[in-house]
């Protein structure tokens, strides 16, 4: 089965940085993407990527400040975080698809992803 695991997470100040690691199986999938969760809400998109045409998505919360990017050679995926704020305290999930669905809506949603790992706690301190 599928393994993805997720790195990095930890205490910053608002302002500061984390680099969040994923590392799968492997990266022969559609897409892969970062979504983070807050107890008590719904788990959101933070940044998708895609190996189909569909290029990369980021939420309107972390547009320049958040960057995706792989390293096949590490067979590893990343979200480097800038310029943190409090507001993106939350658990951090990467995820991974292994074939494009065909879904209304956004394509980085959690429904068209079918592996997860645990998550990886970012607090941000104001």
């Known amino acids: 089965q599928v393994q993805v695991a997720e790195t990095g997470g930890g205490l910053v100040q608002a302002g500061g940085s984390l680099t969040l690691s994923c590392r799968p199986s492997?990266?022969?999938?559609?897409?892969m993407g970062w979504f983070r969760q807050v107890q008590g809400e719904e788990r959101e998109g933070v940044s998708c990527?895609?190996?189909?045409?569909?290029?990369?998505f980021y939420s309107d919360s972390v547009k320049g400040r958040f960057t995706i990017a792989r390293d096949n050679a590490n067979n590893t995926l990343y979200l480097q975080m800038n310029a943190l704020k409090p507001e993106d305290t939350a658990m951090y999930y990467c995820?991974?698809?292994?074939?494009?669905?065909?879904?209304?809506?956004?394509?980085?949603?959690?429904?068209?992803?079918?592996?997860w790992g645990q998550g990886t706690q970012v607090t941000v301190s104001s």
């Open positions: 995820a991974a698809a292994p074939r494009w669905k065909l879904l209304p809506g956004p394509w980085c949603q959690p429904r068209r992803f079918d592996y």
């Open positions: 492997d990266l022969s999938f559609e897409a």
């Open positions: 990527i895609s190996w189909n045409g569909h290029g990369t």
